[in-house]
């Protein structure tokens, strides 16, 4: 299972490697049904292009895993392996959606569409047979059949996580993804989304319905984790971890029973968050929460999907700190109606809610999300070089900004908010020297040039 060699944009501006957190799911199932697997995280091993056939050699089948940015690295990567091996395949979000595309590019065998687990086996098993394997029958597939493309009927989501097996850490060197040199894990306790916010895509790639695993498997694998591999913070990265208020709590309370002692992040929602829930996300050792504000126009976020109000995010973050827990809010610049003013608005608003932090991010239309159709089809999509869906590179213009006024406009957004007299003495009244430091330290080569760029254009007035 190999995460090609490809840019790692989040180490690259953050310090910290992309874990592969499907990889490791993914990998503990093949080995539970008996498959020798393999690990193979280019980036984080420092494999670059040159060396991967010499690095998968000698193995029946290699799959890569493809984010959309990494998928013409991905392609090139199959293609690169294809003599050296039997078995050629992809998965992940950008070839679930762009199948045929991962197909015709890669010359893969076939891709995996959704959730891996029974489909990769299954189509696997398929290969290891005398003659023509014979795909037919594997749901959840994409694959070449005599220059043309077949697309299998789609799988249905996997009913019961608790049957799958915990991850396999055990595969990868956990110290290569740490976080200021402590061993930090993403930890995935659910499945699906029932909501259908226009610019995301979870929800059409593990389907509508929310499925959980149990509090006690969820504390199981913290448990692992601390005990088996001395990870010092976990973060819950599933789309609304507080979706079922129920369950959150039964996970808060399972960990403080087995005296867990890391701290811990999740990611919710602004209407899944009452006060006894936030009060035990902290009494068992949550810090941070995450939530995804998006707008400071309720115009703007009834247009998307999101089913929330800014006033939602207000009451959300309040509820949250008044029970001592750390918020960062994230917001997207660029919707396809949005000029200036609008984005000012949602950047005066990230100032004005109460956050600790706030993340900004360009509008990028990933495919399989309605915002990928809409911007197609108006014409506002700039380049289709998937490398460049970043969310910080404009990809994209919208009917009133240009993508080089997208690019100015995020700078602008970042240095307003945290070059903010104010937001630099509450930190300092905090004691948050270091993040001080590093804004001071930058400001002189990146932050002040930025901003005044950004104001000499007219964006600040």
């Keep these: 299972m190999v995460n090609p060699p490809a840019t790692d944009y989040v180490a690259e501006v953050l310090g910290v490697r992309t874990f592969p957190v499907g990889l490791v799911h993914l990998a503990a199932y093949l080995r539970e049904k008996g498959f020798d697997v393999r690990i193979l995280d280019c980036p984080a091993e420092g494999i670059g292009p040159g060396e991967l056939r010499s690095a998968v050699k000698g193995y029946d089948a290699v799959g890569f895993t493809a984010t959309t940015p990494a998928a013409p690295s991905a ?4 293609r690169e392996v294809r003599d050296v091996v039997d078995v050629v395949f992809l998965g992940g979000p950008h070839p679930t959606f762009m199948d045929e595309e991962a197909v015709r590019e890669s010359g893969a065998d076939f891709v995996v569409r959704g959730e891996g687990e029974i489909t990769t086996v299954e189509a696997l098993e398929a290969f290891d047979t005398w003659g023509e394997p014979d795909l037919s029958d594997v749901r959840g597939i994409t694959y070449p059949v005599d220059g043309k493309v077949v697309r299998n009927p789609d799988r249905p989501p996997i009913e019961n996580l608790d049957s799958l097996p915990l991850p396999a850490y055990d595969l990868i060197d956990i110290d290569a993804y740490a976080v200021d040199g402590k061993r930090f894990v993403p930890v995935v306790t ?29 504390v199981e694998e913290i448990v692992m984790l601390v005990e ?3 990870v010092r913070r976990v973060e819950i990265v599933d789309d ?26 999740c990611s919710s929602r602004a209407d899944t968050v009452d006060p006894d829930l936030a009060k035990e996300l902290s009494r068992s050792g949550c810090e941070t929460v995450y939530i995804g504000a998006e707008s400071g126009d309720d115009e703007t976020l009834e247009r998307i999907g999101k089913g929330i109000t800014t006033s939602d995010v ?4 309040k509820t949250l700190k008044n029970a001592g827990l750390r918020v960062v809010a994230s917001f997207i610049i660029g919707f396809p109606w949005e000029d200036r003013k609008d984005v000012r608005r949602t950047v005066k608003f990230a100032k004005r809610c109460g956050a600790d932090y706030a993340q900004f991010t360009i509008l990028t239309p990933y495919p399989g999300t309605p915002m990928f159709e809409e911007l197609k089809r108006e014409g506002l999509i700039e380049t289709f070089d998937w490398s460049k869906y970043t969310t ?19 700078k602008y957004a970042y240095l307003s908010f945290y070059a903010d007299p104010r937001f630099l003495i509450k930190r300092l009244s905090e004691g948050d020297v270091f993040l001080i430091k590093k804004i001071l330290k930058e400001a002189p080569k990146t932050l002040l040039r930025a901003v005044l760029t950004a104001f000499n254009k007219g964006f600040g007035r």
Aim: contains cysteine; positive net charge; hydrophobic residues 35%.
């Design 75 to 78: 392609y090139r990567a199959a």
């Design 240 to 265: 609304v971890f507080t979706l079922n208020r129920k369950r959150a709590r039964e996970v808060c309370k399972g960990l403080r029973e087995e005296g867990v002692d890391v701290p811990w992040d």
């Design 392 to 410: 910080v590179d404009p990809v994209i213009r919208t009917k009133h900004l240009t993508s080089k006024d997208l690019s100015l406009l995020i």
């Design 228 to 230: 088996e591999f001395s």
């Design 314 to 317: 207000v009451s959300c973050v």
């Design 190 to 218: 659910s499945r699906g989304c029932p909501f259908g916010c226009a610019f995301c895509a979870s929800s059409r790639m593990f389907g509508r319905r929310w499925r959980g695993r149990s509090p006690a498997r969820v």
